[in-house]
């Protein structure tokens, strides 16, 4: 299965988000699936990207010239896949990809997902996103959707298509789980 990733770049951020993106990764590698992801090579992102290479995940890194220009591209990326911006990259990453992990992360990982959701409720995709929830850091949002639901905003069926484990490595086996029971 290819799974794209988005995640934090963020060396800043606690510990705790890299060690799990690193632990997602050799999860997504031992279970000989690919990494689609944003490419690169700081915070959760490399964490994500060095794991799932060790683990021998084929790692297909998309990534804006910009970024690559300023050097912040994963240097052992499998594939790697220069786009003139982030719409493009954002495009290439879910038409790539059979589903999304959406690790803690900022305003990238933010856009990347709700994109990735509305496309799916506007039937443009029909893949699955989970969102790891480490120590709840995806609750406000999912208390906005369900507010957006009760408001009448966002249909229930949407809704329920947005999946919740609560860290990397079990979001990876819920997208899994998805998969099999979509196949049966």
Request: with cysteine.
């Amino acid at each position: 299965m290819r799974i794209a990733v988005y995640c934090a770049s963020s060396d800043s951020a606690a510990d705790k988000y890299r060690q799990d993106a690193a632990l997602l990764g050799e999860a997504i590698g031992e279970g000989g699936h690919e990494l689609v992801y944003g490419g690169g090579n700081i915070g959760s992102m490399r964490a994500l990207a060095l794991s799932a290479r060790a683990a021998g995940a084929s790692v297909i890194s998309v990534i804006p010239h910009f970024f690559d220009d300023q050097g912040f591209t994963f240097e052992d990326s499998t594939e790697v896949h220069l786009t003139k911006d982030m719409q493009q990259r954002r495009r290439i990453m879910w038409e790539r990809c059979d589903g999304a992990i959406a690790l803690p992360g900022g305003f990238g990982t933010l856009e990347e997902l709700a994109e990735f959701l509305t496309l799916n409720q506007l039937g443009i995709l029909e893949k699955p996103l989970v969102l790891a929830n480490l120590d709840r850091f995806w609750a406000p949002l999912l208390d906005l959707y369900d507010r957006m639901t009760a408001e009448g905003m966002l249909h229930l069926e949407i809704r329920d298509r947005v999946l919740v484990a609560p860290d990397g490595v079990s979001s990876l086996e819920v997208l899994l789980r998805w998969s099999r029971e979509r196949k049966e």
